[in-house]
């Protein structure tokens, strides 16, 4: 990567100074027990949330069962996306593989629950460390090498899986029981940095040091995947982001993310681009989000973004249109939603409703000098989730 100075300009004064980079503490977790909170210029070395002093209501002792932990990627190949997690929920582990194929707009969904215990969440992302989970069908892996400015990720999973077809007579999420059906996935990438990375800790309680923590990193990824028997390999073009998170959620939560990855003509050169938009509990919106423009060797930050969406998105047939915007004119997009994928949990004490969507975009972000950057077209994948825990 060929490191370039951080863009600024007019709308820099749009931007709070807590946004900006600062050197990053060897802990998260200062030795009283409390968290850093802002953002930062490269990893943790070390995280160690479990000895946060009292993040939650419950006693300490609780913290393991409360804390969030996972690990995922979106890898853009030029006739799918590709979503790759390993998750740590507390009370039970997951692994989870989503291929969205852009030529049928449909989605396939393998989803496998396994014990806590079981689940290897990396302690950090730096020298090797390995992010894990296997079971009978599936398997997803990490080696974080992120000190190095690279990642590797491979996975499987095979068998029953969600199959998401738009449809104008039901809703996803009545089809759910209806769409399922088999299928088969299998991955290997290396991947590599190209920007700076956007390294978040993120107050969710005035009182608590609640952090919602957050690392994602814009990468060329190389390999292959193969879906069904076809096999995709990796060209120029083929991109991805990694979402590194960690958090104790308050037991009401919810987020909206929306990200687009890839390489586009910018004034008459080819050059790669990414952007990531989420709203969540932040305290301080202003303060403390993680919205950024990512580009080649350098990064523009966003300001706070709202979402809303037309219909709401548990009502989704075959087309929703999701509004992102901020109050300065730096982000005005809409994406435009042909596939989603419902993953809905009612079960005692976690109740959790989570859609990813699928669509293009239309619209524009502005970097910090007022340049636009115009989006239309682009694929956008993004999230609608909603947690009593």
């Known amino acids: 990567m060929v490191k370039r100075e951080p863009i600024r300009g007019e709308y820099s004064k749009y931007i709070n100074e807590t946004r ?10 200062r030795p009283d027990g409390s968290c850093e909170f802002g953002t930062f210029d490269k990893e943790f070395e070390e995280m160690e949330l479990l000895k946060l002093n009292g993040p939650t209501a419950l006693p300490n002792a609780f913290n393991r069962l409360k804390l969030t932990l996972w690990e995922a990627t979106e890898v853009h190949f030029d006739n799918g996306i590709l979503l790759a997690v390993v998750c740590d929920m507390g009370i039970f582990g997951k692994t989870l593989n989503v291929f969205y194929d852009k030529r049928t707009k ?45 990642a590797h990720l491979s996975g499987s999973h095979k068998g029953k899986c969600l199959i ?34 956007c390294v978040a800790s ?34 120029e073009n083929t991109v991805a982001i990694i ?49 950024i423009l990512w580009l080649e060797g350098t990064s523009s930050i966003l300001p706070p973004v709202k979402f809303s969406r037309n219909p709401e998105t548990k ?43 699928f ?12 340049k636009k950057y115009d989006l239309t077209g682009c694929v956008g994948m993004g999230e609608d989730k909603t947690l009593l825990l």
């Not at 900006?20 to 802990?27: I, N, Q, W």
């Not at 290897?120 to 460390?129: D, E, F, R």
């Not at 669509?359 to 910090?368: C, K, P, T, V």
Request: hydrophobic share 30%; glycine share 6%.
């Open 20 to 29: 900006r980079a600062v050197p990053t503490p060897k802990s998260m977790v």
């Open 315 to 357: 009502d989704f047939k075959d087309y929703q249109e999701v509004y992102i915007k901020d109050q300065y004119d730096m982000v005005n997009l809409t994406q435009k939603v042909y596939s989603i994928n419902p993953m809905i949990t009612h079960a005692g004490v976690v109740n959790i409703d989570y859609y990813i969507t």
């Open 202 to 235: 993120i107050p969710f309680d005035k009182k608590r040091p609640r952090p919602l923590y957050s690392q994602k990193d814009f990468f060329k990824a190389e390999g292959e995947l193969t879906f069904n028997g076809e096999k995709m390999v990796s060209n």
């Open 164 to 197: 998401t077809v738009p449809r104008k007579d039901k809703t996803a999420v009545a089809a759910m029981k209806e769409n399922v059906g088999e299928a088969t996935i299998d991955y290997d990438v290396e991947l590599t940095r190209i920007s700076d990375p």
């Open 243 to 291: 979402d590194d998170h960690r958090g104790y959620y308050p037991r009401r939560a919810h987020y909206d993310w929306v990200t687009t990855l890839g390489r586009y003509n910018i004034d008459g050169e080819d050059m790669y681009l990414a952007f990531n938009l989420t709203r969540n509990q932040s305290i301080d919106q202003a303060r403390y989000n993680e919205n």
């Open 106 to 150: 449909t989605t396939y969904c393998w989803d496998t629950d396994l014990k806590s215990k079981d689940t290897q969440i990396a302690p950090n992302l730096i020298k090797g460390s390995v992010a894990f989970a296997k079971t009978d069908v599936s398997f997803v892996k990490y080696v974080n090498t992120f000190d190095e400015g690279k």
């Open 359 to 370: 669509g293009e975009l239309e619209g524009y972000i502005r970097d910090e000098t007022g």
